[in-house]
């Protein structure tokens, strides 16, 4: 799908490994030097593996311009443990919800309305594949992403342990979209 600005999202292949590296990289050095919302550590989440495992099961999505990584997200059936026994909006089965993984844009590219348009394609690709509901986890600490979120339609549905507490990771915002 191409959008403003000549910018493209489409599935990842294994072509786009190493840029994919290089933007988990780049956004993790950036919340090294400034302030970690995220939480992610640079080599241990997010890592190639991800990235491999997403292209394999075609699941990753890469945002790019003129062929340069801008931003990368997964989308999947898959939920979190964490996630039972929540009180949703609607009861729905695992196979009418995708999760959102790994949302990142580049921290060059901030501002520009990439993180916006990726939840906008998230949400096509959801209804092109007869989901009813997007779903996401965000840490709580991390406040850019949720005011996107947000400003996107997500709505808070709960606070939750990810078993993250080892690595200082303790709270979890769930965030749902009805589609």
């Given at each position: 799908?191409?959008?403003?600005n000549?910018?493209t999202?489409?599935?990842g292949?294994?072509?786009?490994?190493?840029?994919?590296?290089?933007?988990?990289?780049?956004?993790?050095?950036?919340?090294?030097?400034?302030?970690?919302?995220t939480?992610?550590k640079?080599?241990?989440?997010?890592?190639?593996?991800?990235?491999?495992e997403?292209?394999?099961?075609?699941?990753?999505y890469?945002a790019?311009?003129?062929g340069?990584a801008?931003?990368?997200?997964?989308?999947?059936?898959?939920?979190?443990?964490?996630?039972?026994?929540?009180?949703?909006?609607?009861d729905l089965?695992?196979?009418?919800?995708?999760?959102?993984?790994?949302f990142?844009?580049?921290?060059?590219?901030?501002?520009?309305g990439?993180?916006?348009?990726?939840?906008?394609?998230?949400?096509?690709?959801?209804?092109?594949?007869?989901?009813?509901?997007?779903r996401?986890?965000?840490?709580?600490k991390?406040?850019?992403?949720?005011?996107?979120y947000?400003?996107?339609?997500?709505r808070?549905i709960?606070?939750?342990?990810?078993?993250?507490e080892?690595?200082g990771l303790?709270?979890?915002?769930?965030y749902?979209?009805?589609?």
């Amino acid at each position: 799908m191409t959008i403003e600005n000549n910018m493209t999202i489409r599935l990842g292949t294994p072509e786009d490994l190493d840029a994919l590296v290089q933007l988990y990289d780049a956004v993790c050095d950036h919340m090294a030097a400034a302030v970690n919302y995220t939480g992610w550590k640079k080599g241990a989440y997010p890592a190639r593996q991800d990235a491999e495992e997403g292209i394999r099961d075609g699941i990753l999505y890469l945002a790019e311009e003129d062929g340069e990584a801008m931003g990368s997200f997964i989308l999947s059936h898959r939920q979190e443990d964490a996630y039972d026994g929540v009180k949703w909006q609607a009861d729905l089965p695992e196979r009418d919800v995708l999760t959102i993984y790994t949302f990142m844009v580049d921290p060059q590219k901030r501002g520009r309305g990439i993180g916006r348009e990726m939840l906008h394609f998230a949400a096509s690709q959801g209804l092109a594949q007869g989901a009813k509901a997007i779903r996401l986890d965000v840490y709580e600490k991390n406040l850019p992403a949720i005011k996107l979120y947000e400003s996107a339609g997500f709505r808070y549905i709960d606070t939750v342990s990810l078993g993250l507490e080892d690595i200082g990771l303790d709270r979890f915002l769930l965030y749902e979209k009805l589609l």
